[in-house]
């Protein structure tokens, strides 16, 4: 079955960084778009990058656009987000989504943003 796995998440005082990754199996990798989502506390889940299948053309949120950067590697089936210059309003919890026709979601994983 598919499974999505993220883990690299943890407290950072701004100005930091973090990698946060996601390791997928139960699925041909290489043939899915995969994105990263957050949900702050209190808020609803949000849209941040997004990775496509075959050219690995990346998409941001204006939020992520210039900081974060989403990668993966097909051969380990792991999505990558690279935050820099992280800020207490990136404090969330951060999720990978396989698309495709069925979406398929992590459990998540905690980033907190604080000094």
């Known amino acids: 079955q598919v499974q999505l796995v993220e883990f690299g998440g943890g407290l950072v005082q701004p100005g930091g960084s973090l990698r946060l990754s996601c390791a997928a199996s139960?699925?041909?990798?290489?043939?899915?778009?995969m994105s990263w989502y957050r949900q702050a506390p209190g808020k609803e889940r949000e849209w941040v990058a997004t990775?496509?299948?075959?050219?690995?053309?990346?998409t941001y949120a204006d939020s992520a656009k210039g900081r974060f950067t989403i990668s993966r590697d097909n051969a380990k089936k792991t999505v990558y987000l690279q935050m820099n210059n992280l800020q207490p309003e990136d404090t969330a919890v951060y999720y990978c989504?396989?698309?495709?026709?069925?979406?398929?979601w992590g459990q998540g994983t905690q980033v907190t943003v604080s000094s």
């Open positions: 989504k396989r698309g495709g026709t069925f979406d398929y």
């Open positions: 990775i496509t299948s075959a050219r690995a053309t990346t």
């Open positions: 139960g699925f041909t990798f290489s043939n899915y778009p």
